[in-house]
């Protein structure tokens, strides 16, 4: 018990003393999942609205396919985009792995279905007279996509943040894409496991805290943005 008091002391007193390593750690996480999350946001949502407006041949097997991605397992995708970034891999020329971009890359993969999927969900939950009312209109699909963003924003504004919460937290691709290079890529998850293994439990329980604390605000932002909030 002293144990885990004491290194939980020390954990505070890193953060409060505002420990360049642990703070470098975070805003490399902080980083990483902010430019995920903007890229596949940028893509999930216009596909996500195309796929609930559209009726076409395979929908509801590409819906199955987009659930099935959403519980992939992190080290599925880290083992995915390592076979194609690495040297002897399709985009090898490039020399991405262990770098930044391979890991924005990998969680960007790993959040597009969510986001897509939340994003599908929330068309076909609204209004049934806002479509037939904008194509009635003479509202062609392109000129759909505004009234439904602006309907719709609460819950695509939450799929993002939901998103935003899946990168922060994954481990497996950010581990294997990265290689937990300090400075560069070695974010608050990786960089737990590593310190713990090392035995620094102290620096590791630090970044868990600053971990446990983003959790806690991305779920609290997700609660105001509930209906019964968010009128």
């Not at 560069?184 to 713990?196: D, N, S």
């Amino acid at each position: 018990m002293n144990y885990f008091t004491d290194a939980t002391l020390g954990a505070i007193q890193l953060l409060l003393q505002f420990n360049p390593e642990v703070y470098l750690i975070v805003w490399t996480s902080l980083k990483i999942a902010l430019i995920a999350t903007t890229l596949a946001a940028i893509l999930a949502i216009p596909t996500g609205i195309y796929i609930a407006i559209n009726e076409f041949i395979g929908k509801r097997l590409l819906l199955q396919l987009l659930n099935t991605l959403m519980a992939m397992p992190t080290v599925m995708i880290g083992l995915v985009f390592y076979g194609l970034l690495s040297r002897r891999g399709m985009f090898g020329d490039y020399s991405l792995l262990y770098t930044e971009t391979a890991v924005i890359l990998g969680e960007a993969s790993l959040i597009v279905p969510i986001i897509i999927n939340m994003t599908v969900v929330a068309v076909q939950s609204a209004d049934n007279r806002l479509l037939p009312t904008l194509k009635s209109l003479g509202a062609k699909q392109a000129q759909l996509v505004l009234p439904l963003l602006t309907e719709l924003r609460y819950v695509i504004l939450a799929a993002i943040i939901t998103g935003f919460g899946r990168a922060i937290g994954e481990v497996g691709a950010a581990m294997m894409l990265g290689g937990n290079i300090h400075g560069v890529t070695r974010t608050m998850t990786t960089a737990i496991a590593l310190e713990t293994s090392k035995g620094d439990f102290v620096l590791g329980l630090a970044l868990g805290i600053v971990l446990l604390s983003v959790a806690f605000t991305v779920n609290f932002i997700l609660q105001q943005l509930t209906p019964e909030n968010s009128d």
